[in-house]
């Protein structure tokens, strides 16, 4: 289950954690709705779940690198087994709703 306190103390959103490659993102998730052109850094878009990846180094394998959680009009839905059970962003979610999470959790922005 995933949750955003998990996200952001660890940045691990359920099964999907940094450092995962883009087969094994998408071997969880299944083939993004969306995805960059560009295969450097290589960008899955998944609604309002991005996943970007990109090279620690010359030759080796691409990474997850960030995962970034929008709620933005239009908002676009999370795939559910990734959904912060914790947390239903919408695009009504304000800065002080978000503090109110940081504070909830113990952490400051």
Do not use: C, W
Not at 3 to 17: A, I, K, N, P, V
Not at 55 to 61: I, N
Request: net charge neutral.
């Amino acid at each position: 289950m995933a949750t955003l306190e998990q996200f952001l103390r660890t940045g691990d959103l359920g099964s999907l954690h940094p450092g995962m490659t883009p087969a094994k993102a998408i071997a969880l998730l299944g083939p993004p709705p969306d995805a960059s052109v560009q295969r450097e850094p290589k960008i899955l878009k998944y609604g309002g779940l991005q996943l970007t990846f990109s090279r620690p180094g010359r030759g080796a394998e691409q990474q997850l690198v960030l995962t970034g959680l929008y709620f933005r009009p239009p908002l676009e839905p999370i795939p559910e087994s990734v959904s912060p059970a914790d947390f239903n962003g919408t695009s009504e979610t304000t800065l002080a709703d978000v503090r109110a999470i940081l504070d909830r959790v113990g952490m400051k922005e």
